[in-house]
């Protein structure tokens, strides 16, 4: 008897603890072939899209990839790897299914399996196994191969198989993933040339455990690879299986990490060339251009590499890079961009997003692909010598020794300092070099110096790496990338003056498919910023700025942290920020533009956005753009815009859909801006969960669909906190403020209407709505569906003056 109880209660005991244990994880099985295995990481480019699907699910799900190179739904059997995958199953797993690659092989009898005959009965002994241990077994189609004609067009070179993989999910109720209609699509869309960056195309020389190919349209690259996974996740959401919920998410709350963009990294032969081989000298006054150049184009003739600057000072004129190379600045490197205006003749270029004769670059890629600027050196544009400068901006002592050090002349008010004559010349027409009616650059001599450089320029270029490398003191834009796709730009550095007159940090310009991460700048113009062109130009090459990674950037001073516009007229769209630290910049989150651009700015995504010490505003919509500092200066006046409607033509820029999430700023001079234009107004904005301090609180102009979500906002001026003026669908719900307001809200405008106030505090306002310029109290909504009546009139008592909506 006593020992039955024992045993019961062990057995108790036990179940208890059983009890207490986690569910068992979803095991997510893939069999197949090649296309899907993993490969070895080391020294090597191939990965399957099975290897990189792991990322795209949460650690809820484990992934066991059981495919292997070579097989096909005959051998995979016969050697007894199912019998593996058959031994680990248990109820609730799925399997993926994908073969016919190697199905096709007629000549070897070890793979061969017809599609019609074995092929079907494998893919419906899978099934079924699958089925017989509570498994969930999904097919996928055969993943599309790289072919095209000699007219470009696609061909298709799998037969049958896809269709009887089909035929097989219909007769036995099985889901598909047509992943060889969204491969193709996939590569159609990339096109005859860049469809190859999915593949291995990559010559001997380039891997030491990858002996290259010209052509490999089979396996699959890292951006292949993984955007082959993308594409089998998205099959999974649209065929709503259960597995869709364990789907990762991104930083964005809208999108699937799978959803995000996928950007493919150059690589480069592993033969390095020296410049000090080529007669560089190191001793920071020889001119090196020719030897840096010869270096570049030796490297270039035997399929390129890395060209190496070694620790050192050498100064140049103007770099120009070629295909297929990766120019390396070695820890100790300093290169210095020659302050002889002589070495920068002008050439046909671009500014402000318009053809313009421009000062040869310091660095210039053009029509080029695969380059890189790596290593952990130093280029310095000499930039003091070409920018002008605002007494103002300066102390007397600075304002005389930048004269004594510099040369230069003085403006006819002594108030600006320039170059050169030629650049004086240049300040009193304001012309920027456009090449229009009929000149050419020639014209512009006379006032060549006004033109300065951008620092690096890379235009129509594709696949480009930036890592590692500090640029500073530029004499314009710092990094421009203009027309350009498949960017990386990993742990730039930037340094420029406070009062760098355009000294922007970077600029993306008409260019898609890029990553910003780990960055830190510290400049006189805007930090990060995307453009696409100006006025009728821009809208003419209709080049939108795109698909665009910014990811854990620092921004110290700076006309704004991240910036959009104000040339924007070739549309701006797909933008993802986040995790981003600005300190001290003028503006925090900087939308800009004006009547005139034309283009539309819409699906912009901002997440974890810290900020402090902004002396403008945090986060800014602005659609009349001045083109002026962001700060007033002292003494300075500004007349406000004046409002009124204009029709609408595709000069008409658009602000649409903005998603911002988790934003903190402590200290900026106003929390939230928003201003559009009578015509079109800025659609559809939220910003959720974000605690700013700030001067003034919140202002909404001509705005419709904006949602502001549990918004924390200490300001000073609390009369009123909340400001709208000509407004629609305003929504304001979880507004928190400090320890009393004057007036919470207050609504201009006749044309306001739909303003909602949700689970907000009253009782420490002392005039919580006010609705005058003829606006009226019933476009307000206060908690409940009701008007907010008489809101305006009086303070409400305690017991009725808070009220929250719960729906």
Not at 189 to 200: D, H, M, Q, T, W
Not at 406 to 428: I, P, T
Not at 439 to 467: G, H, Q, T, W
Request: hydrophobic letters at 35%; glycine letters at 8%; aromatic letters at 8%.
């Amino acid at each position: 008897m006593r020992l039955r109880n024992v045993c019961f209660t062990i057995l108790f005991v036990c179940s208890g603890y059983a009890f207490m244990l986690p569910p068992e994880k979803i095991t997510l099985f893939l069999i197949g072939d090649s296309t899907m295995a993993d490969k070895p990481l080391e020294a090597n480019p191939e990965r399957g899209w099975g290897q990189l699907i792991p990322q795209y699910f949460t650690k809820e799900v484990s992934i066991q990839n059981h495919a292997v190179n070579g097989r096909s739904t005959k051998s995979f059997f016969t050697e007894h790897r199912w019998d593996t995958v058959m031994s680990r199953l248990k109820a609730g797993d799925y399997v993926f299914i994908q073969f016919g690659h190697n199905d096709q092989k007629v000549e070897d009898s070890t793979r061969s399996a017809p599609a019609h005959t074995l092929y079907r009965e494998n893919l419906i002994r899978y099934v079924k196994d699958t089925r017989s241990r509570g498994g969930n077994p999904v097919l996928v189609t055969p993943v599309m191969r790289r072919k095209f004609n000699a007219a470009g067009k696609f061909v298709d070179q799998h037969g049958d198989y896809p269709a009887v993989v089909k035929e097989v999910g219909a007769l036995l109720n099985v889901p598909v993933i047509d992943l060889h209609q969204s491969s193709e699509q996939t590569i159609i869309k990339e096109g005859v040339e860049n469809s190859k960056r999915l593949f291995l195309h990559i010559q001997p020389g380039h891997f030491k455990k990858y002996k290259g190919k010209d052509e490999d349209n089979t396996h699959f690259s890292e951006y292949g690879a993984a955007t082959m996974a993308a594409l089998v996740c998205a099959g999974i959401r649209e065929l709503k299986l259960p597995l869709t919920r364990f789907l990762a998410p991104s930083e964005f709350k809208e999108k699937y990490a799978f959803e995000l963009p996928k950007i493919y990294r150059p690589h480069f032969r592993q033969d390095t060339v020296n410049i000090l081989d080529h007669g560089a000298i190191a001793d920071g006054y020889t001119l090196n251009s020719a030897a840096i150049n010869k270096a570049i184009g030796i490297c270039a003739a035997n399929g390129g590499g890395t060209v190496l600057i070694p620790a050192g000072s050498f100064v140049t004129g103007p770099i120009i890079l070629k295909d297929n190379i990766n120019l390396h600045l070695q820890k100790g490197a300093l290169v210095i961009f020659t302050r002889d205006f002589n070495q920068y003749p002008l050439v046909v270029s671009s500014f402000e997003g318009v053809d313009a004769a421009r000062c040869q670059s310091p660095v210039v890629a053009e029509n080029l692909q695969n380059i890189a600027l790596t290593g952990e050196g130093i280029m310095n544009g000499n930039g003091f010598y070409w920018r002008p400068v605002k007494k103002d901006k300066l102390t007397e002592t600075q304002w005389t020794a930048h004269q004594a050090n510099y040369g230069g002349v003085l403006s006819a008010d002594g108030k600006h300092w320039y170059s050169s004559v030629k650049a004086l010349k240049g300040s009193l027409t304001n012309n920027i070099g456009k090449l229009a009616g009929g000149k050419s650059l020639a014209d512009f001599e006379d006032v060549k110096d006004y033109l300065r450089p951008n620092m690096i320029r890379i235009s129509n270029c594709k696949n480009i790496l930036i890592e590692d490398i500090t640029l500073e003191n530029s004499p314009a834009w710092t990094t421009h990338l203009e027309t350009s796709e498949h960017i990386t730009i990993k742990n730039l550095t930037v340094k420029n003056p406070w009062y760098g007159t355009n000294t922007d940090a970077i600029d993306l310009e008409s260019c898609r498919f890029a990553l910003l991460e780990d960055c830190h700048f510290d400049t006189g113009d805007d930090g990060i910023t995307i453009k696409s062109g100006r006025d009728a130009e821009g809208r003419k090459r209709g080049m939108a700025t795109s698909d665009v990674i910014v990811n854990n950037c620092v921004v110290y001073h700076a006309h704004g942290g991240f910036v959009v516009g104000s040339e924007m007229s070739g549309g701006v769209n797909n933008m993802f920020v986040s995790n981003c630290t600005f300190i001290g910049t003028d503006i925090g989150l900087r939308f800009k533009t004006t009547r005139g651009r034309g283009g539309v700015v819409e699906n912009i995504y901002v997440n974890n956005v810290n900020m402090k010490d902004i002396p403008a505003e945090a986060i800014l919509f602005d659609m009349y753009y001045m083109a002026k500092d962001p700060v007033v200066l002292a003494g300075e006046k500004r007349e406000p815009p004046k409002v009124e409607e204009k029709p609408v033509d595709e000069s008409t820029p658009q602000f649409q859909n903005f998603y911002f999430r988790n934003i903190t700023c402590d200290g900026a001079a106003k929390g939230i801006f928003i201003r559009g234009i009578p015509e079109m107004h800025i659609k559809n904005v939220l910003i959720e969960n974000a605690v700013i301090q700030a001067h003034e609180g919140i202002h909404i102009q001509e705005a419709t669909g904006v949602t502001l979500n549990n918004i924390t906002l200490l300001s000073r001026n609390t009369n009123p906190l909340a400001y709208v003026l000509n407004s629609q669908d305003i929504s304001i719900n979880g507004l928190k403020y400090g320890n009393g307001a004057t007036n919470l809200l207050r609504v201009q405008g006749a044309r306001s209407r739909g303003i909602r106030l949700q689970n907000t505090d009253l009782i420490n306002s002392k005039q919580p709505i006010l609705a005058d310029f003829g606006a009226e109290l019933s476009a307000i909504r206060v908690g409940e569906e009701k008007p907010a009546a008489s809101a305006g009139k009086k303070k409400p008592n305690k017991k009725t003056a808070k009220r929250s909506v719960n729906k």
